[in-house]
């Protein structure tokens, strides 16, 4: 088992910048490739990052390429997603995935969620 605990949401204008974290506690993190997604309102989740357990591969979404960068650390259990150059359609409820494989947590298939973060973008 796995548990994770997203944090670092809150309120920015449009053009700023956050860093969210996902803390995870059980099983050994550094053998689980990590992901983040997002959920607006009245629309379906979708798939944002995802790296390794290694780091050595990172995949985007087209949405934020350039803009959001995923890490880990491994020492720390802990995957982040910094994100800039905020605007009005990144607002959504983020939330980190886990799985042992990372197709699966690209195919948004992950064995593991968090219960997410609020991200808010004011215009």
């Known amino acids: 088992q796995v548990q994770l605990v997203e944090s670092g949401g809150g309120l920015v204008q449009a053009g700023g910048s956050l860093r969210l974290s996902c803390a995870a506690s059980g099983r050994a993190f550094s053998s689980y490739a990590m992901g983040w997604f997002r959920q607006a309102p009245g629309k379906e989740r979708e798939f944002v990052a995802a790296i390794t357990w290694s780091g050595g591969h990172i995949y985007y979404a087209d949405s934020v390429k350039a803009r959001f960068t995923i890490s880990r650390d491994n020492a720390k259990n802990t995957v982040y997603l910094q994100m800039k150059s905020l605007n009005p359609e990144d607002t959504a409820i983020y939330y980190c995935?886990?799985?042992?494989?990372?197709?699966?947590?690209?195919?948004?298939?992950?064995?593991?969620w968090g219960q997410g973060t609020q991200v808010t973008v004011s215009s």
């Open positions: 995935a886990a799985d042992t494989l990372f197709r699966l947590v690209v195919r948004h298939e992950s064995d593991y």
